[in-house]
């Protein structure tokens, strides 16, 4: 079994080896080891839980996970995870989102609070040791940050402090009023690993290179790069007249003309905050070689849409795709194992690499 380090010193480290993004037995370990115990955003309260009683299925990291969950708002308004599993013989509960007082399984009749307890069962009542607390639903963690719902299987870190160091930089935003707009939305197959994707997104070292279009937006000499626990932060300043934040008095950056907070979430969520609102981006894994990359898209300002870093985003999207594309196809290479990272540029990409290197080593 491969194990993975990534040096400390950014100066001294090595990339995550070739080896970690071909070997199919890597990514199988990274099933338990990263996304199981790690979070993933499932859906924002208004589309998927808009009043109390309301349900809605979702599948937790689809294709690579499959955990069949419930998202659950009961009679006085509390939003819940629950596993959308019957607890007699594994029948999916709720197949489609809609509005229940209780759940009812479909196949014997077995009923479930909207709290997930159990309550009754037909012709159980000779059933010794009967109901057991593996009878209730199990129940899963759920996080509310403002409108968005963020769920884990068995999370090795509290993701409330995470999120409220993102509020730092955007809570000023009017965060309460995020509505996903599904016709803005969109999904791209991308012929690359998953960890290929987010290297990619975590640097703005390729910018001059890869997006002309961008580049003439962001000044690429004043980007930062913030490194947090389980969350990193690019910061994109806007080049000339080109539109930004109208940032309040106080805020970390006032003074500065900032057309993006790019934050990203180990270990594959990036939310992008543009003056016209949310860019949500989810990569999920699908094989060592494919991934698919879904964009939800949160307007805050229609005004100020197809403006500055935050213009023309399938564009840039399609030139990511073609640099991510051919790292796949160069990974694939017997002379190929393992590069350095710039101390200047890539500290977004060297803190991805220490996160999965020490997530697999556990
Ligand atoms: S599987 Fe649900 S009642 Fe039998
Ligand atoms: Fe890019």
Redesign the pocket.
């Known amino acids: 079994m491969s194990e993975f380090f990534v040096h400390p010193d950014i100066k001294k480290a090595e990339t995550l080896p070739a080896e970690f993004y071909r070997n199919p037995e890597v990514f199988e370990r990274q099933k338990e080891a990263i996304f199981y115990k790690t979070w993933q955003w499932v859906g924002d309260l208004d589309s998927a839980l808009p009043g109390n009683g309301s349900v809605f299925p979702i599948i937790f990291l689809t294709p690579m996970a499959q955990e069949p969950m419930l998202l659950v708002r009961d009679k006085e308004g509390t939003p819940r995870c629950l596993s959308n599993v019957?607890t007699?013989?594994?029948?999916i509960l709720a197949h489609h989102p809609g509005k229940m007082v209780q759940l009812i399984?479909g196949?014997?009749?077995?009923r479930f609070g909207l709290d997930g307890q159990f309550k009754s069962m037909p012709e159980f009542e000779a059933a010794e040791d009967f109901p057991r607390p593996c009878d209730h639903l199990h129940q899963y963690p759920l996080k509310t940050w403002h409108r968005l719902l963020f769920t884990s299987i068995d999370p090795s870190f509290d993701l409330g402090e995470t999120l409220s160091q993102m509020d730092e930089r955007v809570g000023f935003l009017p965060l309460d009023q995020l509505k996903c707009d599904p016709l803005r939305s969109r999904d791209y197959l991308v012929n690359g690993h998953w960890a290929l994707y987010c290297d990619n997104y975590l640097e703005g070292f390729h910018i001059p290179f890869v997006h002309e279009g961008l580049n003439a937006a962001i000044d690429y000499d004043a980007y930062e790069t913030h490194l947090y626990l389980h969350m990193n932060l690019q910061i994109g300043i806007s080049k000339g007249d080109s539109i930004c934040f109208d940032l309040p008095k106080g805020h970390p950056d006032y003074g500065k003309s900032v057309s993006a907070y790019y934050y990203w979430l180990f270990p594959n969520m990036m939310f992008n905050f543009y003056p016209w609102g949310l860019s949500i981006n989810v990569v999920r894994p699908h094989s060592p070689s494919q991934s698919k990359v879904s964009f939800y898209t949160y307007v805050l300002d229609e005004s100020k849409l197809d403006q500055g870093a935050g213009a023309d985003l399938d564009k840039v999207e399609r030139e990511d795709e073609f640099v991510v594309e051919a790292v796949q196809k160069g990974l694939q290479s017997r002379h190929y194992h393992t590069g350095r990272f710039s101390p200047t540029r890539e500290q977004g990409v060297h803190h991805f690499h220490r996160l999965l290197a020490e997530h697999l080593s556990i």
């Open positions: 019957c007699h013989r594994g029948n399984c196949y014997h009749g077995r």
